[in-house]
C-alpha cells in the first residue's frame, strides 16, 4: 500500500515581513516599467483608448420600446438588474393609476455581460462603448429609471484625443492617434 501523503501545513500569510516582501514585489514591478523604454503611458483623460462600437459598456434603456416583461432582470447574474413598481395613469380606467413595472441597474453590481441586452425580447436595451465614467460615492451607481434612459455624458468626447495600440516588433507597444490606424 502506498505511503500516504504528509500533509504540510501552509504557509502562514500576512504579518509585517509579508507586507513589507509585498510592497517591494509591487515597486519593482513599478521601477521595472519606469525604466523600460517600451513602456507606454496614457495620459488619462487628455488621451483614452477608442473603443470599438460594439464594446459592451454602460447599457441604456429605450423606455418607449420596453413592454415590462422582466426578462433583463431574471437573466443577470449579478443581481443588477430589478424592476421597480412605478405607479401610472390607468388607460382602461381614466382617473386611476395602475403600478407598472420597470427596469433598472445598480452599476456596483453590475458585470457587463450583456445577458440582459442579448435576452430583451424588444430591443429596449443597448451597450454604450464605454465603461470608464467617475462616480464621487456608491449610490450614485445605483441608477433610477430616469438616469438609465439617459445616456451618461462622456467627458473624454470633449476633453480628449481617442488613442489606439499598435505592436511595433522593435518598440513593442506604440499609441497612435485612432484616425491614423
Ligand atoms: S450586463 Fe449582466 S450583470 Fe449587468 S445588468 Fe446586464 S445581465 Fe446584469
Ligand atoms: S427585457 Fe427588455 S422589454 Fe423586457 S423589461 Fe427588460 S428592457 Fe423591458
Redesign the pocket.
Known amino acids: 500500500m502506498p505511503a500516504r501523503p504528509v500533509l504540510k501545513a501552509l504557509p502562514k500569510r500576512g504579518g509585517l515581513f509579508h507586507s513589507i516582501k509585498a510592497n517591494i514585489a509591487a515597486l519593482s514591478i513599478g521601477l521595472k516599467y519606469f525604466v523600460d523604454p517600451r513602456r507606454m503611458t496614457l495620459i488619462y483623460p487628455k488621451e483614452f483608448i477608442k473603443l470599438d462600437p460594439l464594446y459592451r459598456g454602460f447599457i441604456v434603456?429605450?423606455k418607449k420600446?420596453?413592454?415590462?416583461?422582466?426578462?433583463?432582470?431574471r437573466?443577470c447574474p449579478a443581481a443588477a438588474?430589478k424592476?421597480i413598481s412605478i405607479p401610472e395613469p390607468d388607460p382602461k380606467h381614466p382617473g386611476k393609476m395602475k403600478a407598472k413595472?420597470?427596469?433598472v441597474i445598480n452599476y456596483q453590481r453590475c458585470i457587463f455581460c450583456g445577458y440582459?441586452v442579448d435576452?430583451?425580447?424588444?430591443?429596449?436595451?443597448y451597450h454604450l462603448p464605454y465603461h470608464d465614467i467617475v462616480y464621487e460615492n456608491l449610490a450614485e451607481m445605483d441608477w433610477d429609471l430616469e438616469t438609465f434612459t439617459r445616456p451618461p455624458e462622456y467627458p473624454s468626447e470633449k476633453e480628449g484625443r481617442p488613442v489606439t495600440y499598435l505592436i511595433d516588433e522593435e518598440k513593442g507597444l506604440v499609441k497612435v492617434p485612432s484616425e491614423e490606424q
Open positions: 434603456l429605450e420600446k420596453c413592454i415590462n416583461c422582466s426578462s433583463c432582470a437573466i438588474m424592476m413595472l420597470w427596469p440582459c435576452v430583451c425580447p424588444t430591443e429596449a436595451l
